[in-house]
């Protein structure tokens, strides 16, 4: 005889459950309409009749199949006549104003959006099935060459195809906003397996995983169990056909002996608690295939040692019941120790509440019970993702893909929403809005934060796309890039052969990027064209200077390494940005004076009080009389800015601050030469009069633009300082300026640059 397919032992099958809570929830979001059943099934049926889906099937005689497993299941008829409405609009030019004139919005705005998953999904699966087949071209390829290769009886997945199913997961849950989409998705997954598997054709790796790794746990997630356990045995006879049928070949020698012995000790145990006064039902619990086959894998368990072949579930109303009715079992039968949970006094994490046992009879023959009371009957079958937690958290499905906590909590979220009988259509609109789904034209899928435009799709598919990126089709129609996009779409860009972003891709107003991916690869390409723009420049600065000083044959890396740098490129970007000035360039060129005498650092001589120890403008050099300074141009210092001397050739002592790239590289060069100095007003005797003026280079980088230099030396104005000397350069569009003004400390700079910082187009200002 042959074997009815899923369900292992359907005769201990307990009653039909009521509708699901998604179904309920669903129904009153889809309003009853006259016949809408019958007139639905006409409005398709010249539409479908002689069409017919991948797979194969007649399009209407699968309609009619969806529509029957939603009858089953307890969905009203407006749910079945949707299913009708869902495959017929691919056939038509207008489907939302076609079907919203014959049924109404309700039900165009469902078969709209279902529509567009169906259009994803297959999507998905071509592009899957793309991967497999050239992973077979490879295996194929690898077995001609004698390499060794893993077994084929897995059929496993390629890391791409498990990224394809894991994105399908993804969308669909995206789509859960309207739980009607996901209810006709559920129905039409079933079908198709079932199709496929009377037709005994195999519908291919992709399709049977997703039903597996996608479908059947959503089913599980919303309480739809009927359509759970069938489509997990369907999908994993396709997945492992030769592991499918030894087990069922197991379970078939014994199938009668079994459920006889299962009723008999059901029947017994409801005669028993009724003696005792205990109100309870009995049932039994049939395994289904792939729950066997999961709990031998996960537990290293043979055929034989999965107890709960033979499982009964007593329900009964009290708490003090349910140890009553473990008493008597234990009494009756022979208990496993090692097999008992006491899952009521120390529930599980989710908050699943049961006793279970194992016992063997007089004959040895071992089966499970589980004793729990009604409410935790409820909590188990229809709590808040409970009924996944207990079976599948912290377990991996098939190929290894395990579901994201994140998606997690927003199922958990949607049961609440369910068991509470709430408005799903307002409660639960935004729960799954924060990502979308596209497609590129090759229909690989791409996903995206919500709200994202054809420029963050540009810069999802690759970076330099993104820069190049000058157009964008979206379903076949031009769009403006700031288009935001909506889920299913498929995007074409147009991309010009080279160029790069614009400066109002990252002006929010505009609303051209979303992601923060996507701006910040903008923003990387600025920075990169500004580092170019200044590395040329110091290029630029070193080439003349060699040019100057006769030593043109000198490398640049040669030069960047004897000034402590590790690359020309580093020499050029420091040069560029004025952190290493062009004398100390020349310092290293030219050959530096011998040592200092040796007296001429005596710690006996006292601090200068005349003039000349105050040249370099309210400057003491600490130590010493008599001792020319002056302030170093490549940093000029003012106070209170921290000091350093050097022992310059005929130029008496350079004054130089402390964090001065030249300062610092002198150091190095000649530690002998330092000495130390400070400000006149920081020793005990500072010297009266007006207060010195100190000349300072602010360096500044904008965007060039008419009337920058006007605005920004108007800056200065306002703060009364002189600005004694401007140097300007620009350079495709970006401005470099160096003012140098007269103050009388740098507290004065520090207001100035905080002020010229918020003039229109400056992007940087900063003491030389």
Same mark, same amino acid.
């Given at each position: 005889?042959?074997?009815?397919?899923?369900?292992?032992?359907?005769?201990?099958?307990?009653?039909?459950?009521?509708?699901?809570?998604?179904?309920?929830?669903?129904?009153?979001?889809?309003?009853?309409?006259?016949?809408?059943?019958?007139?639905?099934?006409?409005?398709?049926?010249?539409?479908?009749?002689?069409?017919?889906?991948?797979?194969?099937?007649?399009?209407?005689?699968?309609?009619?199949?969806?529509?029957?497993?939603?009858? !089953?299941?307890?969905?009203?008829?407006?749910?079945?006549?949707?299913?009708?409405?869902?495959?017929?609009?691919?056939?038509?030019?207008?489907?939302?104003?076609?079907?919203?004139?014959?049924?109404?919005?309700?039900?165009?705005?469902?078969?709209? &959006?279902?529509?567009?998953?169906?259009?994803?999904?297959?999507?998905?699966?071509?592009?899957?099935?793309?991967?497999?087949?050239?992973?077979?071209?490879?295996?194929?390829?690898?077995?001609?060459?004698?390499?060794?290769?893993?077994?084929?009886?897995?059929?496993?997945?390629? &890391?791409?195809?498990?990224?394809?199913?894991?994105?399908?997961?993804?969308?669909?849950?995206?789509?859960?906003?309207?739980?009607?989409?996901?209810?006709?998705?559920?129905?039409?997954?079933?079908?198709?397996?079932?199709?496929?598997?009377?037709?005994?054709?195999?519908?291919?790796?992709?399709?049977?995983?997703?039903?597996?790794?996608?479908? /059947?746990?959503?089913?599980?997630?919303?309480?739809?169990?009927?359509?759970?356990?069938?489509? @997990?045995?369907?999908?994993?006879?396709?997945?492992? #056909?030769?592991?499918?049928?030894?087990?069922?070949?197991?379970?078939?020698?014994?199938?009668?002996?079994?459920?006889?012995?299962?009723?008999?000790?059901?029947?017994?145990?409801?005669?028993?608690?009724?003696?005792?006064?205990?109100?309870?039902?009995?049932?039994?619990?049939?395994?289904?295939?792939?729950?066997?086959?999961?709990?031998?894998?996960?537990?290293?368990?043979?055929?034989?040692?999965?107890?709960?072949?033979?499982?009964?579930?007593?329900?009964?109303?009290?708490?003090?019941?349910?140890?009553?009715?473990?008493?008597?079992?234990?009494?009756?039968?022979? #208990?496993?120790? &090692?097999? *008992?949970?006491?899952?009521?006094?120390?529930?599980? #994490?989710?908050?699943?509440?049961?006793?279970?046992?194992?016992?063997? !009879?007089?004959?040895?023959?071992?089966?499970?019970?589980?004793?729990?009371?009604?409410?935790?009957?409820?909590?188990?079958?229809?709590?808040?993702?409970?009924?996944?937690?207990?079976?599948?958290?912290?377990?991996?499905?098939? =190929?290894?893909?395990?579901?994201?906590?994140?998606?997690?909590?927003?199922?958990?979220?949607?049961?609440?929403?369910?068991?509470?009988?709430?408005?799903?259509?307002?409660?639960?609109?935004?729960?799954?809005? !924060?990502?979308?789904?596209?497609?590129?034209?090759?229909?690989?899928?791409?996903? +995206?934060?919500?709200?994202?435009?054809?420029?963050?799709?540009?810069?999802?598919?690759?970076?330099?796309?993104?820069?190049?990126?000058?157009?964008?089709?979206?379903?076949?129609?031009?769009?403006?890039?700031?288009?935001?996009?909506?889920?299913?779409?498929?995007?074409?860009?147009?991309?010009?052969? @080279?160029?790069?972003?614009?400066?109002?891709?990252?002006?929010? @107003? +505009?609303?051209?990027?979303?992601?923060?991916?996507?701006?910040?690869?903008?923003?990387?390409? *600025?920075?990169?064209?500004?580092?170019?723009?200044?590395?040329?420049?110091?290029?630029?600065?070193?080439?003349?200077?060699?040019?100057?000083?006769?030593?043109?044959?000198?490398?640049?890396?040669?030069?960047?390494?004897?000034?402590?740098?590790?690359?020309?490129?580093?020499?050029?970007?420091?040069?560029?940005?004025?952190?290493?000035?062009?004398?100390?360039?020349?310092?290293?060129?030219?050959?530096?004076?011998?040592?200092?005498?040796?007296?001429?650092?005596?710690?006996?001589?006292?601090?200068?009080?005349?003039?000349?120890?105050? =040249?370099?403008?309210?400057?003491?050099?600490?130590?010493?009389?008599?001792?020319?300074?002056?302030?170093?141009?490549?940093?000029?210092?003012?106070?209170?800015?921290?000091?350093?001397?050097?022992?310059?050739?005929?130029?008496?002592?350079?004054?130089?601050?402390?964090?001065?790239?030249?300062?610092?590289?002198?150091?190095?060069?000649?530690?002998?030469?330092?000495?130390?100095?400070?400000?006149?007003?920081?020793?005990?005797?500072?010297? /009266?009069?007006?207060?010195?003026?100190?000349?300072?280079?602010?360096?500044?980088?904008?965007?060039?633009?008419?009337?920058?230099?006007?605005?920004?030396? @108007?800056?200065?104005?306002?703060?009364?300082?002189?600005?004694?000397?401007?140097?300007?350069?620009?350079?495709?569009?970006?401005?470099?300026?160096?003012?140098?003004? &007269?103050?009388?400390?740098?507290?004065?700079?520090?207001?100035?640059?905080?002020?010229?910082?918020?003039?229109?187009?400056?992007?940087?200002?900063?003491?030389?």
């Amino acid at each position: 005889m042959r074997r009815s397919l899923p369900a292992a032992s359907a005769p201990l099958a307990p009653p039909a459950a009521p509708a699901a809570p998604i179904v309920a929830a669903t129904a009153a979001s889809l309003p009853e309409q006259v016949q809408a059943l019958a007139r639905a099934r006409a409005f398709a049926e010249p539409l479908l009749a002689c069409q017919q889906l991948d797979s194969g099937e007649n399009m209407l005689a699968h309609a009619d199949a969806v529509a029957a497993i939603l009858r !089953d299941i307890g969905g009203s008829e407006a749910m079945q006549a949707a299913a009708y409405l869902v495959y017929a609009c691919q056939h038509l030019n207008r489907p939302q104003e076609v079907i919203a004139k014959a049924f109404g919005e309700n039900f165009a705005a469902l078969a709209v &959006e279902t529509t567009k998953l169906l259009q994803l999904q297959r999507q998905a699966r071509i592009k899957a099935a793309q991967v497999q087949a050239r992973k077979e071209e490879e295996r194929l390829a690898a077995q001609e060459q004698a390499l060794p290769l893993a077994s084929p009886n897995k059929a496993p997945l390629s &890391e791409l195809a498990a990224s394809q199913t894991e994105n399908v997961r993804k969308m669909l849950l995206s789509f859960s906003r309207d739980l009607r989409v996901v209810m006709l998705r559920l129905a039409s997954r079933l079908q198709t397996l079932r199709y496929f598997a009377a037709s005994k054709i195999d519908p291919g790796v992709p399709l049977a995983s997703e039903s597996l790794q996608v479908f /059947a746990p959503l089913a599980n997630r919303l309480g739809i169990w009927q359509i759970k356990w069938e489509m @997990e045995d369907l999908a994993f006879r396709f997945l492992e #056909p030769q592991t499918y049928k030894e087990v069922a070949r197991l379970l078939d020698e014994k199938r009668i002996e079994r459920e006889a012995h299962v009723e008999q000790v059901r029947q017994r145990l409801e005669q028993d608690l009724l003696h005792l006064g205990i109100v309870a039902s009995v049932q039994g619990r049939p395994k289904h295939i792939y729950s066997i086959v999961k709990k031998m894998r996960g537990k290293s368990l043979d055929f034989d040692q999965v107890f709960d072949l033979r499982a009964l579930r007593v329900v009964v109303a009290r708490v003090q019941d349910c140890y009553a009715v473990l008493a008597h079992v234990s009494a009756q039968f022979a #208990p496993l120790p &090692e097999e *008992f949970d006491d899952y009521i006094a120390k529930p599980k #994490p989710n908050g699943y509440q049961s006793l279970h046992t194992v016992v063997r !009879d007089a004959q040895g023959r071992a089966f499970e019970i589980q004793i729990r009371t009604q409410s935790m009957h409820e909590h188990a079958e229809h709590g808040v993702a409970a009924h996944w937690a207990y079976k599948e958290a912290g377990t991996k499905g098939y =190929a290894g893909v395990s579901a994201s906590s994140e998606y997690d909590a927003k199922i958990a979220v949607l049961r609440q929403l369910l068991a509470w009988e709430r408005d799903l259509s307002g409660a639960g609109q935004n729960l799954f809005d !924060d990502r979308i789904y596209v497609l590129t034209p090759e229909a690989a899928i791409v996903e +995206l934060p919500q709200g994202a435009t054809a420029l963050d799709f540009a810069y999802s598919v690759h970076t330099d796309l993104g820069h190049r990126c000058r157009g964008a089709r979206v379903d076949g129609v031009m769009v403006a890039l700031n288009t935001p996009l909506q889920n299913g779409q498929t995007v074409e860009i147009t991309a010009a052969k @080279e160029g790069g972003p614009s400066r109002d891709w990252l002006n929010p @107003e +505009l609303g051209y990027l979303v992601g923060h991916r996507a701006k910040s690869k903008v923003r990387a390409w *600025f920075n990169a064209q500004a580092l170019e723009h200044t590395m040329a420049r110091g290029r630029e600065a070193v080439e003349k200077l060699l040019q100057r000083e006769g030593r043109t044959a000198l490398k640049f890396d040669d030069l960047a390494l004897s000034l402590g740098l590790p690359s020309a490129q580093a020499l050029f970007e420091q040069v560029g940005k004025d952190e290493l000035s062009l004398r100390a360039i020349e310092a290293q060129l030219r050959p530096l004076l011998p040592p200092a005498p040796a007296d001429a650092a005596q710690p006996w001589l006292k601090k200068p009080r005349s003039a000349a120890g105050q =040249a370099g403008g309210g400057v003491l050099v600490v130590g010493m009389e008599s001792l020319m300074t002056h302030l170093a141009r490549c940093c000029k210092p003012a106070p209170p800015d921290e000091i350093g001397g050097f022992v310059t050739r005929g130029k008496g002592v350079g004054v130089h601050r402390l964090d001065c790239p030249d300062y610092a590289h002198l150091r190095r060069k000649s530690p002998g030469r330092v000495i130390e100095v400070q400000w006149d007003g920081q020793g005990s005797n500072a010297g /009266a009069g007006a207060d010195p003026v100190y000349p300072v280079d602010v360096v500044v980088q904008a965007q060039d633009r008419q009337g920058l230099l006007r605005d920004i030396s @108007e800056v200065f104005a306002r703060e009364k300082m002189n600005v004694i000397g401007v140097k300007t350069q620009s350079l495709k569009g970006t401005a470099w300026m160096t003012f140098t003004i &007269e103050v009388s400390n740098t507290r004065q700079v520090a207001r100035a640059m905080s002020v010229a910082a918020d003039v229109a187009g400056v992007r940087v200002v900063r003491r030389k």
